[in-house]
């Protein structure tokens, strides 16, 4: 028997790690996590769970620190492997080049963590031997890199082990909402997505966007809901509504057996008739749109978005028509956009009547088509790279020849301007100064006020959850 211990730096559920956990368990071996605090608990954790591999998850913006972390601990316990999985080592595996990592796992990683378990039980000496072989995998073993060829994605999902949040047990993380995974997988390509580079990787591989059958996601839902807040239900998939038969019979099932209201992410596009009156039908608490930007302009030539605003409006009408709550997702500060395209967004979401209006600035990724374009457009240097990624899509804009400022005081003030219309001259005014601590705090008030509501949570839950995530936001 091995044991597998994940260090998590965000205060939040991660369901690819409680998919882990359930992978690592059903093969036999354990699995612990570590919430990491500081350097030295790091150590004391180790020394006490003797852990035959050590995994990070990571995104990139935290991919730094979690690297930091890895080689602090690279230079205590030398001969323990270390792996990182997710988004960030599944784009940029040549992170792997970093003297504190052994392994980073590209895409999914249920099948390959329980193949590495069973081949630890040998021992990282002879267990690396097999594990260079491992598909999804690229392998560093005495400075010499293996990379190898991706496996078919995981199909039908019903094959994945069930997942596991036990992991999770007395943290904060179970005061969060339940989070579940019903559809992996998006059809459509924006420019600033990694979207494109997924299908790319698997390309020949299977079928990018599959779903559980509706009774396994019920089930794995009834499995959350055993250990998290009873709050709504987070359906975490990007194209929900994208297969209706599939919907309503997943919804009929997780009526009948769970019937706690649910929020649901939604493209414009999917948002029929016919959906909303189903989401309305079951309870659903609330829908997130993605807005992006008011200006059809942008939307269609920066963002590959191709949705009118008489679209949006219909949608908008239609939640209305129905009662459900909705939250926009909407980005400031994009290539080329203008400070009337702001106002554009700002006045879409007015019109909308948006309940839970919400802005980001806009961060590009390195290897999408949108990085591609700032740097060929002069907004980004030639030698642009993730480590310039701030870690929060709060915090600035990385673009050059914007006015920084006036971005992030329209984040600001963004939310201010779509619920009280008749602030906008103020506004106007106000995004003409500094950015300052007074409109950070005042931002950060609604924000997490919104925040909060749009889920369901409650305000002792939430405000720990906030200030246990304030570096990750």
Not at 216 to 238: G, H, L, M, Q, Y
Not at 272 to 301: F, H, M, P, Q
Request: charged letters at 25%; a positive charge; hydrophobic letters at 40%.
């Amino acid at each position: 028997m091995a044991k597998f211990m994940m260090i998590q730096l965000q205060r939040a559920p991660y369901i690819g790690t409680a998919y882990l956990c359930g992978a690592v368990k059903e093969k036999g071996h354990e699995f612990c996590l570590l919430l990491y605090k500081n350097d030295a608990d790091t150590m004391l954790v180790i020394r006490e769970e003797k852990p035959d591999i050590i995994g990070f998850s990571c995104m990139t913006g935290i991919h730094s620190d979690a690297v930091k972390i890895a080689d602090s601990i690279k230079r205590v316990y030398p001969g323990i492997p270390i792996i990182l999985g997710g988004p960030h080592p599944t784009f940029f595996p040549e992170i792997i080049e970093e003297s504190c990592i052994d392994i980073v796992c590209r895409g999914e990683g249920e099948e390959v963590i329980g193949e590495i378990m069973d081949a630890l039980n040998e021992g990282w000496e002879d267990g690396s031997k097999k594990i260079r072989l491992f598909k999804n995998l690229h392998v560093k073993i005495n400075g010499e890199i293996i990379k190898n060829p991706q496996r078919p994605l995981i199909d039908p999902l019903d094959n994945l082990p069930m997942l596991d949040w036990s992991c999770y047990k007395n943290t904060i993380i179970l005061t969060a909402s339940p989070v579940v995974l019903p559809i992996r997988g998006c059809p459509y390509n924006c420019t600033y997505c990694f979207n494109d580079g997924y299908k790319t990787l698997h390309k020949g591989l299977g079928k990018t966007i599959r779903a559980l059958s509706a009774e396994r996601a019920v089930e794995e839902i009834k499995e959350t809901i055993k250990v998290f807040a009873k709050n709504p239900v987070i359906f975490n998939s990007d194209t929900f509504g994208i297969d209706i038969a599939w919907m309503k019979s997943f919804l009929q099932k997780y009526s009948e057996n769970v019937n706690l209201p649910f929020v649901v992410l939604l493209r414009p596009e999917l948002a029929t008739e016919n959906v909303i009156s189903t989401l309305a039908e079951y309870n659903c608490y609330c829908v997130a749109i993605g807005v992006e930007s008011g200006s059809e302009r942008v939307r269609k030539d920066i963002l590959n978005r191709n949705y009118s605003n008489e679209l949006l409006f219909s949608v908008a009408e239609r939640l209305h028509k129905y009662g459900i709550p909705f939250r926009t997702y909407n980005m400031l500060g994009l290539l080329s956009e203008t400070e009337q395209e702001i106002w554009d967004t700002i006045n879409i979401n007015i019109k909308m009547k948006a309940d839970f209006p919400r802005a980001a600035i806009f961060t590009p990724m390195p290897g999408t088509r949108m990085t591609a374009q700032a740097i060929k457009k002069g907004y980004l240097d030639f030698d642009f790279s993730y480590d310039d990624i701030p870690k929060t899509i709060l915090e600035k804009t990385v673009l050059k020849n914007v006015d920084a400022d006036k971005i992030k005081n329209y984040m600001y003030f963004f939310q201010t301007a779509v619920l009280f219309p008749k602030a906008g001259k103020l506004i106007s005014k106000l995004v003409n100064y500094r950015p300052n601590i007074f409109y950070k705090i005042w931002f950060y008030f609604v924000y997490v006020y919104l925040h909060r509501k749009s889920e369901g949570r409650s305000l002792f839950s939430y405000i720990k959850y906030v200030l246990a995530n304030r570096n990750y936001k």
